[in-house]
């Protein structure tokens, strides 16, 4: 699904590169932990995915395509293969649940009679089919982050990257969050979830990865987050 | 769908921007009238030239018996000199198209027509105005040649060329079109900032709406079109607004008042007007889409 070969990110000369000759595969299917403490790459590993930015150096390649070498216009393409979710939810304030979530399949240029079809489903999905004219401002922090991801689900991409999508919620709702995330997961949906959650990382037992000042220092197929786990 | 979609972003965005979107519409529409006015001085000019280039003469003014000229010394010209000049004249064919001899008695009846109201007529007898040659060359910028032949000659009072007097009035009518164009470019130029600097922030206020447009992969299409759209549609009206100034400017000013007080020449016609009017139009709308393009270029990257 994904594969890193070598790959250094510079932002600029003077620092340390955000990532340091980092290789490392992804299968489709997997549920990947994306930990390590601040600063040590991980949003910079998923926005690599992204192509929000382009590898300094080595390849990047989703889905058979090297990211790096897509053109321009071929970029929109990619990400219609990639849902992503964030701490902050980022949802249109202006638009109801429904709206936000039919947004993705609008832009998309999909048919009205899908839009209709879909967007109740993935809703009914995240167990948010009740709530579908709410404002995102009526709505608690853990069902905002509901609605982001059934936003990045709707269109049933194959990889779904999230970057701390449980880092403005309190534990409980985040077992909810992580009981979705793992729903989407066993329907077949790649999931790379970048964390420094070490309650959920250690609850879940499933692959991780972890950075550490932009090198990757640790690959387990079903690991914690593992303080007293250093190499 | 798509095209939906586009549309209500775009009305969208319109509304949102309701203050930048009218400072549009008003500069395009008083640039593209100011624009629209020099392109029609330009056809009135060149009306007006192919209008008067068609009975344009030269004059060759003889010697009547108290012209001061040191050419006129020996008096009012003679039957035997006038021939001679006529003679001189039929050989200066083809430049030499048409001759028409005018008598002092013919002189005096077109003046008492042109200034058929003036109580100048009164005073002025047919022995004050001068018997004249009027030439017409097949090609009217030739009067040099005509000048050397005959100025200053002896029974030649004046040689005059008709055009020059033209040219004067439109070298007037060129400096206004130059005036009116230079300050329709500059308005053009302050158009298209105004575009940008709106543009800029209408992709501002819809930043959030971009980004997540970028991240489910729309395309550069869909997220460029509301912004391109809303230029468009802002300069469309403003385009409008200019196009019907200079509809009611023909009706109101050429036909209605400058043409009936003024009927010795042409105006503009229709024709020229619909020429310009599409020109005009199109103008606003592309210097409007342009300008939001390169915007969007520098602020909505992938």
Known sequence: ?231 | MKLRFVLSETFQGLRRNLTMTFAVIITVAVTLTLFGAGLLVRAQVDSMKDYWYDRVEVSIFLCGASSPEPSCSLGAITPEVRTQIETELNALRPLVQDIYYESKEEAYQHFLEQFRDSPITQNVTADALPESFRVKLSDPTKYEVIAAAFAGRPGVEQVQDQRQLLDRFFKLLNGLQVIALSVAAAMLAVTALLVINTIRVAAHARRREVGIMRLVGASNFMIRMPFLLEAAVSAAVGGLLAVGAIVAGKVFLIDKVLAPSYRFTAFVSWEQVLLILPIVFLTGIVIAMVAAALTLRRYLKV
Not at chain 1, 9 to 18: E, G, L, Q, S, V
Not at chain 1, 65 to 94: E, H, I, N, T, Y
């Open chain 1, 1 to 231: 699904m994904i594969t890193f070969e070598r790959v250094t990110k510079r932002y600029d000369k003077r620092n340390r590169p955000a990532l340091q000759d980092i290789s490392v595969g992804i299968q489709p299917g997997e549920f990947v932990f994306l930990v390590g403490a601040s600063g040590s790459g991980k949003s910079t590993f998923l926005r690599l995915i992204l192509r929000e930015e382009r590898a300094t150096t080595g390849k990047v390649i989703v889905a058979g395509r090297d990211v790096g070498k897509l053109s321009r216009w071929k970029v929109p393409q990619l990400r219609r293969g990639m849902g992503a979710v964030f701490q902050d939810f980022r949802l249109l304030s202006s638009k109801t649940v429904y709206q936000n979530v039919a947004f993705t399949l609008q832009v998309l240029g999909r048919k009205n009679s899908q839009i209709e079809r879909a967007v109740p489903e993935v809703l009914d999905l995240v167990g948010l089919a009740d709530k579908m004219q709410r404002y995102p401002d009526q709505l608690s922090g853990g069902e905002q982050q509901r609605v982001a991801i059934a936003r990045a689900f709707v269109n049933r991409p194959p990889l779904l990257l999230a970057d701390e999508p449980t880092g403005n919620l309190d534990p409980a709702t985040s077992v909810g969050i992580m009981k979705l995330l793992d729903r989407i997961n066993r329907v077949g949906t790649t999931v790379i979830m970048a964390t420094h959650d070490a309650a959920i990382v250690d609850q879940m037992r499933k692959r991780v990865i972890e950075l550490e000042a932009g090198q990757l220092v640790r690959d387990e197929a079903r690991g914690v987050y593992g303080q007293d786990h250093q190499p």
